[in-house]
């Protein structure tokens, strides 16, 4: 929904402002942004990083506390563990997800791109604070970069590249532990490579990708990568609010002169909101792709609005209709429906979750069979069960039948053990004594202990001749 300002110098439509007019990569060099959004956005991010960085070190009964390790398939989510079983769980969450996200896009734009998205903020709040710091500011980056590869140029880029390629091991071994847990981690870096050389692959691959974007792909990995980005033309609509600029109050812009008689809007093309932009487009000429909702424009301009006496908001947070009509924000009819059909979703994931189980096991009569009488009076049925571990650990099995009367033998081996992640079946018979007063199909219900501790109730029913 891009708002056109005048239509001769809408020619913006027709190029993407990191590509030179030969087609080759146009390195965006973005001025330090300062002030009230970026000192928030700043906070925002270092609870995001305690969060990242701290969340693999947190273990819950010996066991990580969130782990999603897709090579094995085994998800531990806030302690809870998931596996293949619980494919229904996984696709409830990105059911979920997806209208969240829709939802949330629909009405605050690109919100989570600025102030969530990880490549954002290891972008904005990590890589290039760093550039700062080294290279200097957005000037200083373009005139080393212009510069003949001298000493100076050598030592700086030396340095930000060994840091740059620190921090992107250190979020690939991050991100590793995500997947195989701390444990498995510390394992691959202290034992004998020898023994864990696709682990060590791994780390350097990841290592290797997280520096190539943060350090030559950057912006363009939101500008063409990022499949959100490019959504945004069928998510946002005139109600939606992006960081956007007031053209009403803007234009015409222009630079305040003494001898000009012409009326101005508020924008005095100063530049400063193109300056500091860090995917190098200009919010003036409405919303855009490429735009990531960082506020660096919003806090460049409040600081200009200041120092030349205007109120600030010239660039903010506003949707098309708040802009061109003044309206706030309206609860459409597609928004509405967004929500319930969110709420609804969530409802059942919390549902799901609440009523989640470290192991998922089932015990049915098998089939064809009815009951025996045996030798000694008692009834007897045989049923076929299946119990998968969900747990990172071994699991000490026993059944224990929820009835005073009754007994449970297993077929075989009496002892079930089921390793991390493994399931077990087998056979087992419930035994009734014969005077026990019961109904055709009687229902029974099985306790499921591991090591003495009860982990799960299952349900089943029990043939038996008719008692009078
Ligand atoms: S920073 Fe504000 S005043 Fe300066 S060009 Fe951008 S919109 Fe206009
Ligand atoms: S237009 Fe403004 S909010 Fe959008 S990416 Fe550029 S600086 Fe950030």
Not at 59 to 77: A, T
Request: glycine share 6%; hydrophobic share 45%.
């Amino acid at each position: 929904m891009p708002i056109i300002i005048n239509p001769d110098t809408d020619n913006f439509r027709d190029r993407i402002t990191t590509v030179e007019d030969d087609g080759s990569r146009k390195w965006i060099f973005a001025k330090k942004p300062k002030g009230s959004f970026y000192n928030k956005r700043t906070v925002a991010s270092i609870l995001y990083l305690i969060v990242f960085f701290g969340l693999p070190w947190i273990q819950y009964h010996g066991e990580p506390f969130f782990m999603l390790n897709v090579v094995q398939r085994k998800f531990i989510i806030f302690g809870l563990h998931f596996g293949v079983q619980d494919l229904i769980v996984f696709g409830l969450a990105m059911l979920t997800g997806v209208v969240f996200i829709v939802l949330f896009t629909v009405i605050f734009g690109r919100l989570f791109c600025g102030w969530a998205c990880p490549q954002t903020i290891f972008m904005e709040m990590v890589f290039r604070k760093i550039e700062y710091w080294i290279d200097g500011d957005m000037q200083q980056q373009r005139n080393l970069a212009k510069s003949e590869w001298n000493s100076e140029k050598i030592r700086k880029r030396v340095i930000k590249y060994v840091i740059f390629f620190f921090l992107s091991f250190l979020i690939a071994n991050t991100f590793l532990s995500y997947i195989i847990g701390l444990p498995e981690l510390k394992k691959i870096i202290t034992e004998p490579v020898s023994e864990h050389i696709i682990g060590l692959m791994a780390i350097l691959l990841f290592t290797g990708a997280f520096f190539a974007v943060y350090a030559f792909l950057r912006e363009q990995i939101c500008i063409v990568a990022c499949p959100y980005g490019r959504l945004q033309g069928v998510m946002l609509d005139k109600n939606s609010i992006v960081v956007a600029y007031d053209y009403i109050r803007g234009e015409p812009r222009g630079k305040m002169k003494k001898e000009d008689t012409k009326p101005l809007g508020d924008c005095i093309d100063c530049k400063a909101c193109v300056h500091v932009c860090p995917t190098g487009i200009d919010i003036r000429n409405g919303t855009q792709l490429e735009c990531v909702n960082c506020t660096a424009c919003i806090d460049a301009c409040d600081d200009i609005m200041i120092k030349v006496n205007k109120p600030t908001g010239l660039i903010r947070y506003a949707s098309e209709n708040n802009i061109a009509k003044g309206t706030k924000l309206k609860f459409s009819g597609r928004i509405i429906a967004y929500t319930l059909v969110l709420l609804a979703l969530l409802t059942l994931l919390i549902f799901t979750f609440v009523n989640h189980s470290v192991v998922d096991a089932s015990i049915l009569r098998t089939p064809g069979q009815f009951y025996q009488e045996n030798p000694d009076g008692t009834i007897s049925n045989l049923y076929n069960f299946k119990v998968a571990n969900k747990q990172n650990k071994v699991m000490d099995i026993k059944f224990e039948l929820d009835h005073h009367a009754g007994s449970i033998k297993i077929v075989g081996n009496d002892k079930i053990v089921i390793d991390a992640g493994s399931e077990k079946q087998g056979q087992l018979f419930i035994i009734m004594p014969q005077n026990v007063k019961m109904e055709k199909k009687q229902k029974l219900k099985i306790k499921l202990m591991n090591n003495g501790e009860e982990i799960e109730t299952i349900s089943t029913t029990f043939m038996a001749p008719v008692t009078e």
